[in-house]
């Protein structure tokens, strides 16, 4: 079946279905299902309507005052992350004084000063719900990631990296792994080599985990060659991919949190992803797709993107086919390609292999068209600077992939 048959395909069966809700299964989860905005215009627009995302979810009164229970204990982690996730909860704007109302934040390094001997004072189940983001990278991540997990009831997996590996996981690409990275990093950039041949030369020196000092051990974490999403090391509750998850997203969570403390509603089940929509990307996509055949790849910067085409029919590669809904297309609509943060849609097995299979099924190599040569389609690939950057921006951990091996195979 050609791409564009499966397109109209699964619009059809989406059109026959009237279900706001789906329960399936990204690859890495057999157990997951989505949650989505309650049934309203937003979350089950017609197919032939203007594609949105997810609409903000209604968190009730602003400042509630504490649960009847009393207020619950959140921690949020960060581990393997750049900081946009912390910041993210902050997109809630004035809906954290609901969560000032309802919670005790034990732990939130980037925020407020919970220390990790506060955690171990915990009982464990104590906190409610942790939130983590950030891939686990290092010892220190695991650790943390593993004591939150003890003391909490809840843990959720808060973005890309925590999700599927996100951006440093990339980094599992690296055939020689951390020793490969560290030696790049600190020997070759070149700011650190200049740094090394004025003060080290001939000798240069690498961060060590352990290092005496006149006042005693210092020490740091030691990293790890491979970088892992959240439930690749810990027990996961559930799940809100996004780098960073949309405000929209956010308040989904935050309702399930707050119909549980302050009006005992039941949880989700276990392994729900939350603050998605049931539709792909292209789905929610306003540009118009008419699957041309790619005979040259472009970068946006090449390409005059102010109109309503779909952007892989200009050649530009676009993830949106095989990415789950509920941006609402953020970066398509401004010009930008989908790069897949929301995770792989329910229908799709791995994000990476699916949307390169759906970009290479518009190359012009079927039978009714004229064939190309193994060394045209060679010469479209080659135009793909990255590919696995590409293609796996933010799913490299939960891949088949998973990362690169040198020669020795390790
Ligand atoms: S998901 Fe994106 S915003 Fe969040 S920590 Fe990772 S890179 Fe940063
Ligand atoms: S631009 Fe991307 S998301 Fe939009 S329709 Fe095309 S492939 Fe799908
Ligand atoms: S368009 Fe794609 S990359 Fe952009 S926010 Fe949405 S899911 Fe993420």
């Given at each position: 079946m050609s791409l564009k048959d499966w397109w109209a395909e699964r619009k059809k069966k989406r059109?026959?279905?009237?279900?706001?809700?789906?329960?399936?299964?990204?690859?890495?989860?057999?157990?997951?299902?989505?949650?989505?905005?309650?049934?309203?215009?937003a979350s089950v627009c017609a197919l032939d309507s203007e594609p949105i995302g997810l609409a903000a979810a209604d968190l009730g009164e602003l400042m509630p005052g504490a649960p009847p229970g009393g207020k619950i204990n959140m921690a949020v982690y960060w581990a393997a992350a750049c900081g946009g996730c912390d910041v993210s909860l902050l997109d809630i704007a004035d809906r954290i004084l609901t969560v000032k109302d309802m919670a005790n934040i034990v732990m939130w390094p980037i925020a407020v000063d919970g220390k990790e001997k506060d955690i171990q004072a915990l009982e464990d189940g104590e906190i409610t719900v942790c939130l983590i983001n950030g891939a686990i990278r290092n010892e220190e991540n695991e650790h943390m990631a593993r004591l939150l997990r003890q003391k909490s009831q809840i843990v959720v997996a808060y973005g890309s990296c925590?999700?599927?590996?996100?951006?440093?996981?990339?980094?599992?690409?690296?055939?020689?792994?951390?020793?490969?990275?560290?030696?790049?990093?600190?020997?070759?950039?070149?700011?650190?080599?200049?740094?090394?041949?004025?003060?080290?030369?001939?000798?240069?020196?690498?961060?060590?985990?352990?290092?005496?000092?006149?006042?005693?051990?210092?020490?740091?974490?030691?990293?790890?060659?491979?970088?892992?999403?959240?439930?690749?090391?810990?027990?996961?509750?559930?799940?809100?991919?996004?780098?960073?998850?949309?405000?929209?997203?956010?308040?989904?969570?935050?309702?399930?949190?707050?119909?549980?403390?302050?009006?005992?509603?039941?949880?989700?089940?276990?392994?729900?992803?939350?603050?998605?929509?049931?539709?792909?990307?292209?789905?929610?996509?306003?540009?118009e797709k008419k699957f041309e055949r790619i005979t040259e790849v472009k970068e946006p910067y090449e390409v005059d993107t102010n109109n309503n085409k779909c952007?892989?029919?200009?050649?530009?590669?676009?993830?949106?086919?095989?990415?789950?809904?509920?941006?609402?297309?953020?970066?398509?609509?401004?010009?930008?390609?989908?790069?897949?943060?929301?995770?792989?849609?329910?229908?799709?097995?791995?994000?990476?292999?699916?949307?390169?299979?759906?970009?290479?099924?518009?190359?012009?190599v079927t039978d009714e068209e004229s064939q190309m040569s193994e060394e045209d389609i060679d010469n479209i690939m080659k135009q793909i600077k990255d590919p696995l950057g590409y293609f796996y921006a933010f799913s490299m951990s939960k891949s088949l992939i998973m990362r690169a091996v040198d020669e020795g195979g390790q």
């Open positions: 059109a026959e279905s009237k279900e706001a809700k789906v329960e399936a299964a990204p690859a890495s989860a057999s157990a997951k299902k989505t949650v989505e905005a309650p049934a309203s215009e925590a999700t599927c590996g996100g951006t440093p996981a990339l980094a599992n690409l690296v055939p020689g792994g951390v020793n490969e990275i560290i030696k790049y990093v600190h020997d070759e950039v070149p700011s650190t080599k200049d740094f090394q041949e004025t003060y080290h030369k001939g000798n240069y020196v690498h961060p060590q985990t352990s290092t005496e000092v006149p006042e005693g051990t210092l020490t740091l974490p030691k990293l790890y060659d491979t970088v892992y999403a959240l439930d690749q090391i810990i027990d996961v509750d559930y799940y809100l991919p996004g780098c960073p998850p949309l405000q929209e997203s956010i308040s989904h969570l935050l309702k399930v949190v707050v119909d549980f403390a302050y009006h005992g509603v039941a949880l989700p089940p276990k392994g729900t992803i939350v603050g998605v929509t049931s539709k792909t990307l292209c789905e929610e996509c306003p540009r952007l892989v029919d200009m050649g530009i590669i676009c993830l949106g086919s095989s990415t789950m809904g509920g941006c609402g297309a953020a970066c398509t609509r401004v010009g930008q390609p989908c790069r897949g943060c929301y995770g792989p849609s329910p229908d799709v097995q791995e994000l990476g292999s699916s949307a390169f299979t759906a970009i290479a099924s518009l190359f012009p």
